[in-house]
């Protein structure tokens, strides 16, 4: 009596193939996400890339479609170049604050909170940004307006002065915190703060707690042990923290929309040639500068070692 041997189907048959090839299996998973990043993400960029080179026709506006670099040198004039260093000088400032208020409050976390504390700081970190990030902002114009809370406080316990002498400071004061470029600076802390903390948290644990201890046995005070020890430790978490704070303050356009004075930022430059001005090839040219930087930012990141802590 012979043994009849089942049929083998063509599901069967892919997943021999599958298996015998595991590459084929592999290049099928991969190619929609790299299609997608092909020609989605790098195509648009490349069209953008593109349009800079384009120049606009001052007469009629029209875009002329030949290959210049005069819409890059039209990013020198004080108007355009002072909106790139505002733009810089912003994203700095905010990284800044971030690391200076994220550190101690990763260093806490990761050293100190364990168990329930441990979720909970996480839950304090992360709740944030499960709401909508415009209820965020129109609630600090709200808080930061000349009638808002923040001016109450500071009236009820006598330190309106200090609120005063603030606004006062010439080039970043202004009538209220929600009309100057200081209360832009705190909306932008809030916002990103998250995205700064975390990474630094993550390289904190990282530390060994077998180095504090040597360190404190050699006889260095807290102190040392912070600027000798901790510190270069923890850089790779600063830096990769610094990667999201400059760049989406970079980009950004809503919060210095909705609060601050009518200082263009590089994200509202863009926002507005290429929508009521209609000029695309300075907005591309715009646009380019952030992504230019921002190149030159990862590859010193990549270098320190700032991807490990990601």
């Given at each position: 009596m012979t043994a009849t041997?089942?049929?083998r189907g063509a599901g069967d048959r892919l997943s021999g193939l599958f298996w015998r090839r595991p590459g084929v299996l592999l290049a099928l998973l991969i190619a929609p996400p790299l299609l997608w990043l092909g020609v989605v993400y790098l195509g648009s960029l490349a069209a953008l890339l593109m349009q800079s080179f384009y120049s606009i026709d001052e007469f009629s506006g029209v875009v002329v479609e030949e290959f210049t670099t005069k819409t890059y040198a039209e990013l020198l004039r004080p108007s355009n170049f002072d909106i790139i260093i505002r733009t810089l000088l912003m994203s700095a400032a905010v990284t800044l604050g971030a690391a200076i208020i994220a550190f101690p409050i990763a260093y806490f976390a990761a050293r100190y909170a364990r168990g329930r504390w441990k979720a909970v700081f996480y839950l304090g970190i992360l709740l944030p940004l499960w709401s909508s990030y415009l209820v965020k902002?129109?609630?600090w114009k709200l808080i930061l307006a000349k009638e808002g809370i923040l001016t109450w406080a500071a009236e009820g316990i006598g330190a309106g002065f200090v609120l005063d002498a603030v606004l006062s400071l010439p080039g970043i004061g202004g009538n209220s915190l929600s009309t100057s470029f200081i209360g832009?600076?705190?909306v932008f802390l809030y916002v990103w703060l998250p995205y700064m903390i975390l990474p630094?948290?993550?390289s904190l644990e990282r530390v060994p707690l077998s180095m504090l201890e040597a360190s404190a046995d050699l006889g260095a005070t807290p102190a040392q042990t912070f600027r000798s020890v901790i510190l270069p430790l923890a850089m790779p978490g600063v830096i990769a923290g610094s990667i999201f704070t400059f760049s989406l303050t970079m980009g950004d356009y809503i919060i210095p929309q909705i609060i601050g004075t009518s200082a263009r930022f590089v994200g509202q430059a863009v926002y507005q040639l290429q929508g009521t001005a209609g000029n695309l090839p300075l907005a591309?040219?715009?646009?380019?500068?952030?992504?230019?930087i921002?190149?030159?930012y990862l590859t010193l990141a990549k270098r320190a070692g700032a991807f490990d802590a990601l």
């Amino acid at each position: 009596m012979t043994a009849t041997l089942p049929i083998r189907g063509a599901g069967d048959r892919l997943s021999g193939l599958f298996w015998r090839r595991p590459g084929v299996l592999l290049a099928l998973l991969i190619a929609p996400p790299l299609l997608w990043l092909g020609v989605v993400y790098l195509g648009s960029l490349a069209a953008l890339l593109m349009q800079s080179f384009y120049s606009i026709d001052e007469f009629s506006g029209v875009v002329v479609e030949e290959f210049t670099t005069k819409t890059y040198a039209e990013l020198l004039r004080p108007s355009n170049f002072d909106i790139i260093i505002r733009t810089l000088l912003m994203s700095a400032a905010v990284t800044l604050g971030a690391a200076i208020i994220a550190f101690p409050i990763a260093y806490f976390a990761a050293r100190y909170a364990r168990g329930r504390w441990k979720a909970v700081f996480y839950l304090g970190i992360l709740l944030p940004l499960w709401s909508s990030y415009l209820v965020k902002v129109y609630a600090w114009k709200l808080i930061l307006a000349k009638e808002g809370i923040l001016t109450w406080a500071a009236e009820g316990i006598g330190a309106g002065f200090v609120l005063d002498a603030v606004l006062s400071l010439p080039g970043i004061g202004g009538n209220s915190l929600s009309t100057s470029f200081i209360g832009t600076w705190l909306v932008f802390l809030y916002v990103w703060l998250p995205y700064m903390i975390l990474p630094m948290q993550a390289s904190l644990e990282r530390v060994p707690l077998s180095m504090l201890e040597a360190s404190a046995d050699l006889g260095a005070t807290p102190a040392q042990t912070f600027r000798s020890v901790i510190l270069p430790l923890a850089m790779p978490g600063v830096i990769a923290g610094s990667i999201f704070t400059f760049s989406l303050t970079m980009g950004d356009y809503i919060i210095p929309q909705i609060i601050g004075t009518s200082a263009r930022f590089v994200g509202q430059a863009v926002y507005q040639l290429q929508g009521t001005a209609g000029n695309l090839p300075l907005a591309a040219a715009f646009a380019v500068v952030p992504i230019v930087i921002m190149l030159v930012y990862l590859t010193l990141a990549k270098r320190a070692g700032a991807f490990d802590a990601l």
